[in-house]
């Protein structure tokens, strides 16, 4: 089979389609022939050399694909070869087959074409398991989300919205604001020339955001504890704004508020079931009513994984940006 790997870290061109083994599944695991993957913010860190995969995993890139599968190993049961899927990877979805953990499948949702659901494991495990399973989010309170129009974010928006949550988002064009607003966003913000604080607190009478879902990290920390509302949640998914921040304790008591921060892919595999298993429950019958649909800016044949990443890593995207296999085109 081909795959995209990395033979040594760099920029987009340190991408190369080569032919490498076949993977062969284990235990508990299923072999699915790839129709497509999804660009994430983490494999352009792999990429650069900062964040490798879990030992034991595939080295390649490609933390969520969509496909066919191809192959049960040993163990695996209530799936049959040929079942379309989409599954949450560890790594390895950029590549034609890629060795799956059964529990981390999941069916391509009604509504949804074969290669778009590609754009859906991660956005909606990672949402779904911060703003629902750990923040709790209620309807009538104000879900604050960082980057709206993201992956994450135009999943979030319409997660927020069919649970009967108010949804303020930033954003750094009037293009990207305007898509948010379309999914559902009541309250936008461009974080060029607003201040976020303000302008939520301004839209919530004062009252600030019950929930903020922040990909950015240290450069937000502070701003951040200071939008939240009495208390209120911060979850913090990623560091694009940096690793290390000030943190004002006496603020965050004075709110009783709370901060939790997480990734997926480094979790075991008994607590990645549980959120997929929780995502096909409460999330899925939600593309079957017409309340959710995947978002995706542009699909690129997978050899071209490096023109991807430069669109990715220019933010010149909104929704996801998908890699299409030979087979799946």
Not at 12 to 32: I, K, S
Not at 285 to 307: K, Q, S, Y
Request: proline share 7%.
């Amino acid at each position: 089979m081909h795959a995209i790997t990395i033979p040594e870290p760099g920029g987009p061109e340190a991408l190369v389609w080569d032919e490498v083994p076949d993977p062969v599944p284990g235990e508990g695991e299923v072999l699915v022939a790839v129709a497509a993957g999804a660009v994430n913010r983490a494999d352009i860190l792999q990429r650069q050399g900062f964040y490798d995969p879990p030992p034991g995993t595939s080295p390649y890139p490609g933390l969520e694909c969509s496909g066919r599968i191809a192959e049960i190993g040993p163990g695996v049961s209530g799936w049959n070869v040929g079942d379309e899927v989409c599954a949450l990877l560890s790594g390895g979805g950029y590549a034609e087959k890629v060795v799956v953990p059964a529990g981390q499948l999941l069916p391509v949702p009604e509504g949804v074409g074969l290669t778009r659901a590609a754009a859906l494991p991660e956005v909606t495990c990672t949402v779904w398991s911060n703003v629902f399973m750990i923040a709790h989010l209620r309807p009538g309170e104000t879900l604050l989300v960082h980057g709206g129009s993201s992956g994450i974010g135009t999943m979030a928006i319409q997660l927020a919205k069919a649970v009967g949550a108010r949804v303020a988002v930033t954003a750094g064009t009037k293009e990207k604001l305007d898509r948010c607003a379309e999914l559902g966003a009541d309250i936008l913000v461009n974080y060029r020339e607003q201040d976020f604080v303000e302008e939520v607190r301004k839209a919530t009478d004062g009252a600030g955001a019950d929930i903020i879902l922040d990909n950015m990290g240290a450069k937000y920390l502070e701003r951040n504890v200071r939008a939240l509302a009495v208390n209120g949640r911060l979850a913090i998914i990623g560091m694009q704004g940096g690793v290390k921040g000030e943190l004002n304790i006496g603020a965050l008591l004075a709110k009783r508020a709370a901060i939790s921060a997480t990734s997926l892919r480094a979790r075991p595999l008994e607590e990645k079931a549980a959120i997929v298993a929780a995502v096909r429950e409460h999330v899925w019958p939600l593309f079957a009513g017409g309340h959710l649909r995947p978002v995706v800016d542009r699909e690129l044949p997978m050899p071209e994984a490096a023109a991807a990443h430069r669109v990715v890593e220019e933010s010149g995207h909104i929704g996801k940006v998908l890699l299409i296999t030979p087979q799946g085109a």
